[in-house]
């Protein structure tokens, strides 16, 4: 049987409309989503979709069921300490893990193998067990510093996925921006979807 479980990252950096797309995509693919929120990335989510998360993981997991009309019981919302989720251990956690958006701090402390909160071990977990780690990196421009980490994950067997949306599609709005690069996302995840035309398959403009 397919492995259905997946765990999904939220950082401080900004996009956090990738993130909420996702999650709601993966939801509704019939995903277990174990959902890791850093700090920033409560403030960023706060700012950028006016979507105002509590402290608590059960809170936190309550409310974004609410804001997503989500009624299943596939999202679990994991605190940033709780070394006992699924996650934390090669021999429970999920083959895929997906860090979208992807701060640059993130991106250091994972490329070094910090594993200081669930978020990096959750990813160390990943890396260790030869799984599917795929980062959505968001920052512009990027240092040597940054290519340097993106470079090492990179050959320890990460996916670096810069958060950069085509525009071939003629996007009609910011949505539509957002739906292009979660559906690569799916894509890279072997998840199907449908949010945008595929190449060579939609009517052509020309």
């Known amino acids: 049987m ?4 997946i765990t999904l990252a939220w950082t ?36 950028e979709h006016g979507l105002k998360l509590p402290a608590g993981p059960e809170a936190a997991q309550a409310a974004l069921a609410e804001h ?4 299943g019981d596939k999202l679990t ?17 999920p083959k895929k893990m997906v860090v979208c958006p992807c701060s640059a701090g993130t991106l250091a402390s994972v490329a070094h193998g910090l594993s200081d909160n669930l978020l990096e071990r959750a990813a160390d977990v990943v890396l260790k067990e030869r799984g599917q780690l795929l980062m959505v990196v968001r920052e512009t421009p990027f240092s040597s510093l940054h290519l340097e980490n993106m470079l090492k994950l ?5 996916t670096i996925m810069p958060a950069a949306p085509g525009f071939y599609h ?11 690069m979660v559906a690569r996302i799916l894509d890279h995840l072997g998840v199907e979807q449908g949010l945008v035309p595929r190449w060579g398959y939609d009517h052509r403009p020309f």
Do not use: M
């Open 77 to 93: 919302v994991c605190g940033k300490e709780d070394w006992f989720s699924p996650v934390a251990s090669g021999s429970a956690a």
């Open 170 to 180: 003629q996007p009609k709005s910011i949505d539509d921006l957002v739906d292009f």
């Open 68 to 71: 997503l009309n989500y009624q």
């Open 154 to 158: 990179s050959n320890l067997g990460a």
């Open 12 to 47: 401080g950096a900004s996009g956090a409309p990738y993130g909420l797309r996702l999650l709601e995509c993966l939801l509704a693919a019939d995903y277990q989503v174990y959902l890791l929120i850093s700090s920033a990335a409560r403030v960023v989510l706060a700012t």
């Open 2 to 5: 397919q492995d259905k479980r």
